[in-house]
């Protein structure tokens, strides 16, 4: 028998794998349902991959580790295996695949019913506390009970989102069994910065170029949509540099460019115009149909003007003041939000020990992991599921 440590996604997906192959499967999951974590991805969603799925997407001491199992099970291909489990897919102009339903729900059910449909016994509320080895195969033992098992996959996931499933039971499991764990942070996260200009900005969105840099040293950069917090910034873009705050640590300085299709000396251009125009325009306004009138206004005071200054009266520096302002707003970066808030767990099981080929355990054969549990970590915008799926097919096909 086979047993499969974790009910999520590469849990389900090496179970379905292995069932596939006429092999007697039991699923372990601690809480009452399978899946539970799938149903908050991508707001609902469930942005379950990515036309775009390749090695350089991914983070880890050695993000190569991915290879293998990214050639065997691509984007393509899942979108194929999906359809032959009875989800129909839609991939959007960036890449991203969604279900066609628009539900993340869509996505547990099919894996749920495809997997009791193929013999695999589904056991909920079901915690393991250990593993040992026993003879050429394993015992694990459950709250109440202990089980045999000839090969057993873990795949509970990582420490992110502890309320819809995330914890760190994995890693102390193969850390039993000799494995190294790395240091964890959370990523895809919320970044915390100085709130002195932000708390006015708490609900604004809007579309910016990103860098992130630590002393000056450039760390990060990516665009696409902010949302502004009460304690700072949140939202796809920034997601995408948030692994690159959370394992920097201190000196970190986020800049935002809100009109990156223009320079500076063009917005000032803009700007001079209008104030030719529109003499008795207050400064509170001078910024309105080019951005959000409370982030306008929230550029004009990071530039130390009175919001009741008439637009006549801005001097030739001033106005270049604020266009470099629009290019270059920065955010001191005080830290991130932490595991509860996070879509992934950076870092884990240290990958070397596993064999990238098979996943199977280079200390303990018979032994094999999948999905956030190693230390691997993607990009937002489906990548992480992806590699979930992938790996989670690899270990189950190859036990």
């Known amino acids: 028998m086979i047993a499969i440590i974790g009910g999520g996604a590469s849990g389900l997906m090496a179970a379905l794998t292995a069932a596939e192959r006429g092999e007697q499967v039991v ?18 969603r469930c942005n379950l991959s990515n036309l775009h799925s ?29 359809r032959s489990l009875g989800l129909l897919t839609v991939c959007e102009p960036d890449g991203r695949i969604y279900p066609l339903s628009n539900q993340a729900g869509s996505v547990v059910d099919v894996l749920r019913l495809n997997a009791a449909g193929r013999g695999v016994a589904l056991r909920t509320d079901c915690q393991v506390q250990a593993i040992r080895r026993e003879g050429t195969g394993f015992l694990l033992q459950l709250e109440q009970e202990q089980l045999r098992a000839q090969q057993v996959i873990v795949c509970c996931g990582g420490c992110a989102g502890a309320k819809v499933g995330g914890s760190s039971s994995g890693y102390r499991l193969l850390e039993g069994l000799g494995h190294r764990c790395t240091r964890l942070y959370p990523a895809l996260v919320q970044l915390k910065t100085e ?17 992130l840099s630590q002393n000056d040293a450039p760390l990060a950069a990516s665009s696409g949509e902010v949302q502004f917090t009460e304690y700072g910034v949140s939202g796809p873009a920034v997601f995408d540099i948030s692994r690159a705050a959370s394992v920097a640590g201190g000196g970190l300085l986020l800049t935002l460019d809100f009109l990156p299709q223009l320079t500076e000396d063009e917005i000032a251009a803009i700007l001079r115009r209008r104030c030719e125009l529109l003499p008795e325009l207050p400064g509170s306004d001078l910024l309105a149909g080019i951005l959000h009138n409370r982030l306008g206004q929230t550029l004009l005071r990071y530039c130390g003007l009175r919001l009741n200054m008439p637009a006549a009266e801005l001097s030739n520096r001033q106005r270049q003041k604020i266009a470099c302002a629009i290019k270059r707003f920065q955010l001191p970066v005080t830290g991130t939000l ?62």
């Open 27 to 44: 699923l372990l999951e601690r809480q009452p349902r399978v899946g539970r974590k799938l149903l908050s991805t991508g707001n609902g």
């Open 54 to 82: 390749a090695p350089e997407h991914y983070h880890g001491d050695d993000y190569a580790f991915t290879v293998p199992a990214l050639a065997a099970f691509d984007a393509a291909a899942a979108r194929q295996y999906f």
């Open 195 to 211: 709130t002195a200009l932000v708390r006015a900005l708490k609900g604004v969105r809007a579309d910016a170029a990103l860098s």
């Open 338 to 399: 932490g595991f509860d808030s996070a879509q992934v767990t950076a870092g884990g099981i240290v990958t070397s020990q596993f064999n990238p080929q098979t996943l199977e355990s280079r200390l303990m054969p018979g032994l094999y992991a999948a999905g956030e549990v190693l230390d691997i970590d993607g990009d937002c915008g489906g990548y992480n599921l992806h590699w979930a799926w992938a790996s989670g097919r690899l270990a189950g096909r190859t036990l």
